[in-house]
Structures are given as C-alpha cells and as structure tokens.
C-alpha cells in the first residue's frame, strides 16, 4: 500500500523560502501524475502545482505561479514543492497525492506558517 509522508514545513516570514519534501512508498510512483495540495481550516483542500510522471510538464495556481516550483526524484520517489517569496496566504496544511483519480491514503501534510 502507498504511504506519503511529507515533511520541510514550518514558520517563516513574509518573503522567505521553504522546501517540502513528500516520501513515497510503492511500486507505482514514477507512473504516476502528482500534485501539492494545501488546505486552509474550514476550507477545502486545493491543487497548488501538479507535475506529469516524467517530470515534463507541470502546472501552477495562479496565486503561486511564478514562486513555487515543483520537481520530482523519480529514483528516490520523492516530489518536492520549492516554495520562494512566501505571503501570509501560502499558510496551511501540504499535502503531497496523486493529481487525479482515486487518490492514495493521505498522508500527515506539513504545516506551513507565513506571518507578515
């Protein structure tokens, strides 16, 4: 079974930078479309950036578009969320999932914080 466990969050300020890591566990990862989610409390839970199996083709919200990049290690089975230029409205819980279909088990997230 696919367990995620994503880590790399935390408190920062307005401006700063943070890099999330999710740690994949299965036989499926490189065939797989992966997205970063963020959820807000009393909000639902939202794609910020989806990147294709290979890596090729990736896709952003508008509101981190131009200050988050995502990548993936298809070797280590990891997918990373580069997270630069950081605003008060980039806070939430992140999780890393499948970018469609039946998502996998989620994992714990991480927390980030952006005070101004």
């Known amino acids: 079974q696919v367990q995620l466990v994503e880590s790399g969050g935390g408190s920062v300020q307005t401006g700063q930078s943070l890099r999330l890591s999710c740690k994949v566990t299965g036989n499926m990862f490189s065939m797989e479309n992966l997205a970063w989610y963020r959820q807000v409390p009393g909000q639902r839970r939202e794609v910020v950036a989806t990147?294709?199996?290979?890596?090729?083709?990736?896709w952003y919200a508008d509101a981190v578009k131009g200050r988050f990049t995502i990548d993936r290690d298809n070797l280590k089975k990891f997918v990373y969320l580069q997270m630069n230029d950081l605003k008060p409205e980039d806070t939430g819980v992140y999780y890393c999932n499948l970018k469609d279909g039946m998502l996998w088990p989620w994992g714990p997230g991480t927390q980030v914080t952006v005070s101004s």
């Open positions: 990147i294709s199996s290979a890596g090729m083709t990736v």
